[in-house]
């Protein structure tokens, strides 16, 4: 298995999935580290989910995972600070600042 990674934008009060790279071919999205915390910029997002994102901006998390070749899923947690979500309506772009980040591999914590 070659590596694979994708992204997932979640309601952090209800849980409620808002966007998801995996499930929708449309969304992509670029990953960097910014200074201290990172940056996710989002394209393929339809302008009513993205204004959905804006309004719960206070109460998001965003989640990576990697799975790469022989290791076990690694899950990214990121803590977004929603002074810093941004959506540019003439770019379709959306972006995302995360102050926080915990990485963790899902299978560690679940018992067979």
Known sequence: MAQQE?????????????????TDAALSYRFQQE???Y?????????QTALKIIELRQ?????RFVQRKDRPLTKHWYYVDGDRVKYDS???????YAKSEIQYIP???FAD
Do not use: P, Q
């Open 6 to 22: 994708w992204f997932m934008v979640k309601h952090g009060v209800t849980g409620r999935g808002l966007a998801n790279s995996k």
């Open 35 to 37: 200074g201290t915390g």
């Open 39 to 47: 940056l996710f910029t989002v394209s393929g997002l339809d302008e």
């Open 59 to 63: 109460e998001l998390n965003v989640f």
């Open 90 to 96: 003439e770019r379709h772009t959306l972006t995302i």
């Open 107 to 109: 299978d560690d914590y």
